[in-house]
């Protein structure tokens, strides 16, 4: 994963909210959640962590904000203890990296889908924002993810993707036409 300046940021993403208040008063919204048939956390992992693959795999660009880079060693650890020798390393990797930065432009699939599944799980939250579409996905509240949009019709286009992956929209919201 390369890495972006705030600044390349500001250019590039349409939605940043600095706070879901902001976000909720600000942007259509809506909730992205699992479907109710999917009982157990790892079904629900996968459920989220297939619908942003499928979205990369579409081609489409994605940004995401990581933080893991900003924790001290302790944090670190603590952050990685749970994951597989594997995705350590790939964490490992980027840390090394890329220290001081906390947004990519994902150019690898594996590291997008652990950053979900940090999200997922709540052990990190992150951002994932969807460029071309003007589409902010906002990390996991209890398996529900908060998604930002201008455009009514960007949440039509990714419909199929979520019923694809197992999970429904709801609480939808329209702040600007």
Known sequence: MNTLSKEKVNELIKII???IIEGFNK???????HNE???NNKEIENCFINFISDIYNSGQTIVVDYYGNKLNDKEFENMTETLE???KELLY???K????SVYFIVENLEYLKLIMKLSVKSILFS????????????????YKFVIFFNNYDVLEFY???????????KDIKITNK
């Open 93 to 95: 990797k980027l840390r």
């Open 85 to 87: 020798i594997k995705e």
């Open 127 to 142: 951002t994932f924002y969807i460029l071309g579409n003007d589409l902010t996905i906002w990390s996991n509240y209890d």
């Open 159 to 169: 419909k199929d993707v979520l019923e694809k992956s197992n999970l429904i929209i």
């Open 17 to 19: 909210p600095n706070n």
């Open 27 to 33: 942007y259509n919204n809506a909730i992205i959640t």
């Open 37 to 39: 048939e999917n009982k």
């Open 97 to 100: 990296k890329n220290i001081n």
